[in-house]
Every structure is written in structure tokens, then in C-alpha cells.
């Protein structure tokens, strides 16, 4: 049975496991999932197609402004992101995109851009969101706001993992440093920087796997209905 008429916003650094988490607790409670993560990655995917300087913050707002995104939930339950059409879910995950998306997420018209589709995509509640800034500034309204974190290290160790598993070779010592930057740029953007938002309830995963943070979640939304 789906709970309707209710919001939540998920936030929190790379590694954190909120789109794990989000996904999960969306499919349990009946909710549609957005992941904004994913638009700022399409953003940056485009930049990089078409040459843009990932610093010409003029010709990145244009871009998210004018681009074509659609989130669509597959027959099989997954979620895939189409930019222009094209079905981009595979792309937006290589390490390219990932090392860019940081500078991408911190001009703010691109933030304009996007905050705005989110929060319509919002408006009509039933929804998990994920991402760094939700509770904060795109669903400053949710009902329930959680902000997961884990220590770097657990961090990197997760997305090594991960990427392991796509057979990626990259080393655990590369991708907590390309963690530990990305965090800098969201912690210290002038525009939405990532925070927990007031009245949050912070949840440290370090030492949790994915079921017993589900499980958390859910029943704080139990116990407070
Ligand atoms: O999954 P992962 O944590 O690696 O990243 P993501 O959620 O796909 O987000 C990628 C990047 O987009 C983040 O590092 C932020 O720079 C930016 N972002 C943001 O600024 N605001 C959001 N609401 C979501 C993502």
C-alpha cells in the first residue's frame, strides 16, 4: 500500500548511500524517486559534449536552462534519465562526468535552473527526493528531512567497490581524493552549499549497511506519521 501525500527529502556527500537508500525507501512506501544528482550530471555530460569550459558559467546556465530532461520510471522499476531523448543513465556515472559535475553544481544559474524543475517536481508531494541542498532549499516543506553521512575513508571504500564491480580500475587512494574535493566544492559554494538542514535528523552510516539504514528510515516515518 502506497502512504500518500507525503515528502522526503534525503541529503548528504557522495559515498553516503542516499541513492541506495532514497530508491529503497521510495519502492517501499509507494513514492516516486527523484534523483537531482543525476540532472546536474546531464548538465555537465552536455558541457563536455559541446566543448563548454566548465568555468563559463554563462554558457552552463543557457544550457541547463534550454535541456530537455525527463525521468522516467522503467517497466522493471528501475529509474533512467533521458536528456534530449537519449537515455544518458549509463553516462552520467563515468568518472569524466563525475570530476566535473562538482564545478558544474556550483554556478548558480545552473542551480536556478534546476531547483526550479525539482521543486515542481515536488509540488505534488508523494516523493523521495535525493540530493545536497532538498531539505534546505528545494523542499524546505518536506515532511520528514535526513541527512546521511559516513566517515570519507567508508566512503571511498563503498564507491571502490562499486566500481570494482563494473570492473573500473582505479585505486581506493584516487577515489577518496576525488571524494574529499567534491566535497569541498558543495561544502563551500556561495549558492546552496551542502549543510543538514535545520531540523534534520543526521543519521551516520559508517558502521550501518543499507537494510539497517532502510530500516531507520521507515520507521521514523512509522513513528511519526
Ligand atoms: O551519487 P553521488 O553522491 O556521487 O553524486 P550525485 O548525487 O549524483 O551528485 C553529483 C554532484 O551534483 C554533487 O557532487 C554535487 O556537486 C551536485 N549536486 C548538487 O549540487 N545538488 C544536488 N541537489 C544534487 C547534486
Not at 500500500?1 to 529503497?24: L, N
Not at 515542481?120 to 545536497?132: C, E, L, N
Not at 549558492?191 to 531507520?216: F, H
Request: proline content about 3%.
Amino acid at each position: 500500500m502506497g502512504k500518500k501525500g507525503i515528502s522526503i527529502a534525503i541529503d548528504g556527500p557522495a559515498g553516503s548511500g542516499k541513492s541506495t537508500v532514497a530508491r529503497r525507501v521510495a519502492e517501499a512506501l509507494g513514492l516516486l524517486y527523484v534523483d537531482t544528482g543525476a540532472m546536474y550530471r546531464a548538465v555537465t555530460l552536455k558541457a563536455q559534449r559541446e566543448k563548454i569550459s566548465l568555468d563559463d558559467g554563462e554558457a552552463l546556465t543557457k544550457l541547463a536552462n534550454e535541456l530537455d530532461l525527463s525521468y522516467k520510471k522503467m517497466p522493471d522499476h528501475t529509474y533512467r534519465l533521458f536528456m534530449d531523448g537519449e537515455d544518458v543513465s549509463d553516462e552520467i556515472r563515468t568518472e569524466r562526468v563525475s570530476t566535473g559535475v562538482s564545478l558544474v553544481a556550483a554556478v548558480k544559474g545552473v542551480r536556478r535552473a534546476l531547483v526550479e524543475r525539482q521543486k515542481q517536481m515536488g509540488a505534488a508531494g508523494d516523493v523521495v527526493m535525493d540530493g545536497r541542498d532538498i531539505g534546505s532549499t528545494v523542499l524546505p516543506e518536506a515532511d520528514y528531512k535526513i541527512f546521511l553521512t559516513a566517515s570519507i575513508h567508508e566512503r571511498a571504500k563503498r564507491r571502490w567497490l562499486e566500481l570494482q564491480a563494473q570492473k573500473v580500475d582505479v585505486s581506493l587512494e584516487e577515489i577518496e581524493e576525488g571524494l574529499q574535493k567534491r566535497d569541498y566544492i558543495d561544502c563551500n559554494r556561495e549558492t546552496d552549499p551542502l549543510r543538514p538542514a535545520p531540523g534534520c535528523l543526521i543519521l551516520d552510516t559508517t558502521d550501518l549497511d543499507i537494510d539497517q539504514v532502510v530500516g531507520k528510515i521507515l520507521s521514523l516515518i512509522n513513528n511519526n506519521p
